[in-house]
């Protein structure tokens, strides 16, 4: 084990964590009992062909967690009580099931080096950093209530102003006040399911759909029923059965690049959504989170209906910032109101440092070129990882027109979960095609993110992990 630390501190050359993570996974998995003695200096040094001095620091580290205590004169000895034994620490990542945490996990997780084609997000380079800048050093002179006061829970007003503005531009009419800001997108579903659902009721999703989704709705306890998703929107035949067999609650959807399929709603379709979901009094929560992401903007649910059953939903992770987490509700006035309610019960006031934040970005004349140049850079990194996984008998299910993700099937008999933990070994993260089906029927399937998809290595670990 000892010349696979030291060939992965080689690599990294972050010898200080290695060695305080060799120490960790020993103490994790038993190996080292509390009371043992740790090797000396010297001789941990040697073992890992490393300075002494590194090993002094890391030592110090543990010490000052508490994990391990140093004895003078008598050597580093691991703490008296007995850790949990973490199954993680003892066994690979790749030992994880793959499920809609899966992903999202090694992701989050990963060390900086990893290749991540399977994550949902723009590569940090990719994001408007300079404008990012330019509004933080703004905010640093700004008054000192921004900076240290509760945020309204409502939130932001000129924020929401803009938001309004911004809807109207897709047809959606929403007043500022029919809007309110969250955390994210995540936290928006959340209290959107907080206050609408109970557990046991039952949700319709596509199938596929955004894994979160699923992980969100396991957490509320609530039956999920996926719809099969077509190039233009849901199945409706399939729809309206689920309607009939199930009586759902809620249908959580992505009307514009869908996500993992990149597809969009036709408007056939979605006035055929929105009579069924009339019949079957369904309240419809619309996540428009890719919006900047669109060449040509699909049709909206919320433009449709005008908030009579829909939530209009959205963030600014894929744009503006994953760091500055934001996100906004429009829904009619009345549910605005409770949800302001469960948003002071759950996180109190508004975040106003990071609202203010994403208004400078996007007010900022330089974010509309940065959009513009995107959404450029996507469709060619989209042609690219389409040619790139030609070779390999992967196939795109369609061509979006535009966006981040690129949905495809692999060559017949290959299991898509099967390759991504053999990738995992390689330190390539991606998402196979169960995560995002609530039927399990995916099995064959990738979803590619094409801006983290231009390392020519993503390839070369994809055709040794498909070798039968």
């Known amino acids: 084990m000892d010349q696979a630390i030291a060939h992965d501190i080689a690599v990294t050359g972050s010898r200080v964590d290695h060695v305080m993570q060799t120490v960790r996974q020993r103490i994790a998995s038993r190996a080292l009992q509390p009371g043992a003695r740790l090797p000396s200096i010297r001789q941990f040094a040697a073992s890992l062909k490393i300075s002494p001095s590194t090993v002094v620091e890391a030592y110090d580290r543990l010490v000052s967690e508490g994990l391990i205590q140093s004895r003078p004169g008598s050597g580093f000895y691991v703490s008296g009580h007995q850790s949990p034994l973490v199954l993680a620490e003892i066994a690979p990542r790749l ?21 991540k084609p ?18 933080l050093r703004d905010l640093s002179r700004a008054a000192d209530t921004l900076l240290t006061d509760y945020g309204s829970p409502r939130g932001l007003p000129p924020l929401r102003q ?28 959340d209290f959107i399911c907080r206050f609408l659902l109970e557990p046991g009721d039952t949700v319709l999703v596509d199938d596929p759909c955004y894994f979160n989704f699923l992980a969100l709705l396991r957490a509320h306890q609530v039956k999920v029923i996926g719809v099969p998703f077509t190039a233009n929107g849901p ?11 199930h009586r759902p609650r809620l249908y959580i959807t992505n009307s514009g690049l869908q996500n993992p399929t990149g597809a969009s709603l036709s408007p056939v379709t979605a006035h055929k959504v929105l009579k069924l979901a009339e019949a079957a009094n369904l309240t419809i929560v619309e996540d428009d989170i890719f919006a900047d992401f669109e060449q040509d903007p699909a049709p909206r649910l919320a433009a449709f209906d005008g908030f009579e059953r829909v939530i209009h939903i959205g963030s600014f992770s894929k744009t503006v910032s994953a760091s500055a987490r934001l996100g906004y509700i429009a829904a009619r006035p009345d549910w605005i109101e409770g949800l302001i309610d469960l948003k002071i019960a759950g996180s109190f006031g508004g975040n106003a440092l990071s609202a203010a ?42 061509e979006p027109r535009g966006g981040l993700y690129l949905w495809c099937r692999l060559p017949d008999g290959l ?37 983290q998809s231009t390392d020519p290595r993503i390839y070369e670990v994809l055709a040794r992990a498909m070798e039968r």
């Open 235 to 245: 199945d409706i035949e399939r729809f309206a059965a689920a309607l009939s067999e």
């Open 415 to 451: 299991d898509s979960a099967e390759i991504a933990r053999k990738a995992l070994r390689d330190n390539v993260i991606l998402a196979p095609g169960n995560v995002f089906s609530a039927s399990q029927t995916a099995g064959d399937f990738f979803r590619f993110n094409v801006s």
């Open 118 to 135: 399977g994550c949902g997000w723009l590569p940090p380079s990719w994001f408007p950093e300079r404008e990012l800048r330019r509004a």
């Open 357 to 398: 934040l994403t208004l400078a970005v996007l007010k900022d004349g330089g974010y509309r070129h940065h959009v513009t140049t995107l959404r450029t850079r996507l469709a060619t990194a989209m042609g690219e990882t389409i040619r790139r996984l030609a070779p390999l008998g992967i196939t795109p299910w369609l």
């Open 95 to 115: 030992d994880r099931a793959v499920d809609p945490f899966w992903v999202s996990r090694q992701a989050l997780e990963a060390a900086p080096e990893t290749l």
């Open 162 to 189: 803009l938001l309004a503005r911004r809807m109207a531009e897709r047809g959606i009419e929403a007043s500022p006040d029919q809007i309110l800001l969250t955390e994210s997108g995540v936290q928006a579903l």
